[in-house]
């Protein structure tokens, strides 16, 4: 079992950045995939940005060249670097473990991010 804490989230103008943090309780080496989803009002959870143990990475079409997510397994953490934000981000993002065996998923508490018109 992990336990997953975001921070990171604040209120920005569009056009500026932000950098989500999910800090892991223990070691994620073993984790088969990380990922950020969001939740905006009145919408459903979507997938934003996944990395695998091997560190291959995908993302929604919204957010390709401006996001990017990157996993240190030193550190426990995972990040996701949001570039060119625009009110549609606007969101709680969540930070979510995924392990193939036994297929199982841990989510985090989540971060607000809201951007600015």
């Known amino acids: 079992q992990v336990r997953l804490v975001e921070s990171g989230g604040d209120l920005v103008q569009a056009g500026e950045s932000l950098r989500l943090s999910c800090a892991a309780s223990?070691?994620?080496?073993?984790?088969?995939?990380m990922g950020w989803y969001r939740q905006a009002p009145g919408k459903q959870r979507e997938l934003v940005a996944t990395i695998t143990s091997g560190g291959s990475t995908g993302y929604v079409d919204s957010v390709k060249g401006r996001f990017t997510i990157s996993r240190d397994n030193a550190q426990n953490a995972v990040y996701l670097q949001m570039n060119s934000l625009k009110p549609g981000d606007t969101a709680v993002y969540y930070c979510?473990?995924?392990?193939?065996?036994?297929?199982?998923?841990?989510w985090g508490q989540g971060t607000q991010v809201t951007v600015s018109s």
């Open positions: 979510n473990a995924y392990y193939r065996n036994p297929g199982i998923y841990y």
């Open positions: 223990s070691s994620i080496f073993s984790i088969d995939a």
